[in-house]
């Protein structure tokens, strides 16, 4: 293809707010080399997203499709964030709907590429008859799309129960602990709809032109090369695209000047920040053994809560898991944020020296672009349990120890991780190694010569005969 030709590139998220913002990342990487874009979501995600800056917004369009009413899905719910797991399979549906408007989109808009995610495994049936190129675009890591397999695992019925996913795949040919722990898989059980993700995945691998992954070389070289021949075609890395901190000062530039008056009253590194994502719900027993082992660490913190997401029967005693008494026994040396932090500010503040997370891979990629050790606790959702181990295992951070049946901890076992993260001698290592990954994780130049090379890749791409078009 002529590189001059300017293309125009449908992107497609899956209603997630960790997976909305990376396809909007890309596009506007997309936008700026001049290619048309039209980035399609519903009218409440849309509405959410950051505003562009002016020279973007005359090449990025937005499409909003509207989610049909699905029985079991709340009113007004439009993204995971919104639901607790058991509610997700309902959003699946809805978002199985948007079939029809966004065929008719496509049909009638002249797109050449269409860059999607893990869950419309309708697409292949529309986008190959319109002669329309189609990438797979993975927010997750390789390391857990090695985990899943190959279409003919994904698609086939070789792994029928969750302690199948326990152990670590017989086709992984490089040393590797990483497995899944049983408590992980029961949870995940309840996010899945009909259409298992799984199925959805295998479908959209085989019928995409290549993968793209939010991943480099510099961190999962062989991850990256064994996924390629797993899925038999190319594997291309988009980088880490770590986020950058934003320049306009916002509306709540009155709350992050009091979270940082806080923090500049800090020593360098002495800090440890809990954030456990958008989604990630727990229940008031766990908050509380989270809560004490926080205590018990006896080290300064900022500890994020968010509400409890909508479902049946929830009263207002509900909307706050923070155990009684617990702010007022720390408030000389913790602070509680409730629903919203400015997360990517708080990370780069020099007093901070730890986060102890949910270990989804957006959190992990902000935490090592600033160096930050790890605390981890994993979610039990999808990916997150393997990044635990990813990083345990690279050492920049250590898992809190838990019953591998049924996820239970004690706070002890949290306040000695925290510790020794943070402050104990044996710690040393991981501090270091945490330290040392701003190289890659920080580097927005790295960044963006992944971005550069996955454009270049689109432009230039040479579809094969069966799907050519006139």
């Not at 997370?357 to 600033?370: R, Y």
């Not at 943070?422 to 190694?433: L, S």
């Amino acid at each position: 293809m002529d590189r001059r030709k300017k293309l125009h590139i449908a992107m497609f998220p899956w209603l997630a707010y960790g997976h909305i913002m990376p396809f909007l990342e890309v596009s506007k990487f997309l936008a700026q080399k001049g290619h048309r874009i039209s980035y399609i979501s519903t009218p409440k995600n849309i509405g959410r997203l950051p505003k562009l800056a002016p020279h973007l917004s005359s090449n990025i369009s937005f499409v909003e499709l509207s989610l049909l009413h699905v029985n079991g899905l709340p009113s007004g719910a439009e993204s995971t964030s919104e639901l607790p797991i058991d509610k997700v399979p309902y959003l699946k549906r809805a978002y199985d709907q948007l079939r029809a408007p966004l065929t008719e989109f496509l049909k009638n808009s002249n797109v050449n590429w269409i860059i999607h995610d893990f869950a419309p495994y309708w697409l292949p049936e529309i986008t190959a008859p319109l002669g329309i190129n189609s990438v797979f675009f993975s927010i997750f890591n390789p390391t857990f799309l090695v985990h899943l397999g190959p279409p003919s695992v994904l698609l086939g019925d070789v792994r029928k129960w969750p302690e199948d996913f326990t152990v670590v795949p017989e086709w992984i040919d490089y040393p590797c602990n990483v497995a899944w722990k049983p408590h992980e898989m029961v949870n995940h059980q309840q996010c899945m709809d009909d259409v298992s993700d799984l199925q959805r995945l295998g479908v959209l691998v085989q019928g995409c032109q290549f993968v793209t992954a939010r991943t480099c070389y510099e961190f999962e070289s062989d991850e990256i090369n064994l996924l390629s021949k797993l899925y038999q075609k190319p594997v291309v890395p988009l980088g880490l695209l770590p986020p950058s901190l934003p320049y306009s000062e916002d509306e709540s530039a009155d709350e992050w000047e009091a979270i940082k008056s806080w923090l500049d009253t800090k020593g360098e590194k002495s800090v440890f920040y809990i954030a456990l994502g958008s989604e990630v719900n727990l229940s008031e027993e766990t908050m509380r053994r989270l809560a004490f082992g926080i205590e018990k660490s006896n080290l300064p913190f900022i500890l994020v809560v968010r509400k409890v997401p909508m479902g049946e029967g929830q009263t207002d005693k509900h909307q706050d898991i923070i155990p009684p008494g617990f702010e007022e026994r720390v408030s000389n040396r913790g602070l509680v944020l409730r629903d919203w932090a400015p997360q990517l500010r708080i990370l780069a503040h020099s007093s901070i020296g730890g986060f102890l997370t949910h270990c989804g891979w957006s959190s992990i990629i902000e935490a090592l672009k600033f160096g930050r050790a790890l605390i981890l606790f994993s979610g039990a959702s999808s990916d997150q349990g393997l990044n635990a181990r990813l990083m345990h295992g690279r050492k920049v951070g250590l898992e809190i120890m838990r019953n591998e049946v049924d996820g239970s901890f004690t706070s002890d076992s949290v306040a000695a991780t925290i510790r020794q993260v943070m402050v104990e001698p044996e710690g040393a290592a991981i501090r270091a190694n945490a330290w040392a990954m701003r190289v890659i994780f920080g580097n927005e130049e790295l960044s963006k010569t992944y971005l550069d090379g996955f454009t270049r890749f689109i432009e230039e791409f040479a579809p094969s005969a069966s799907h050519s078009h006139v």
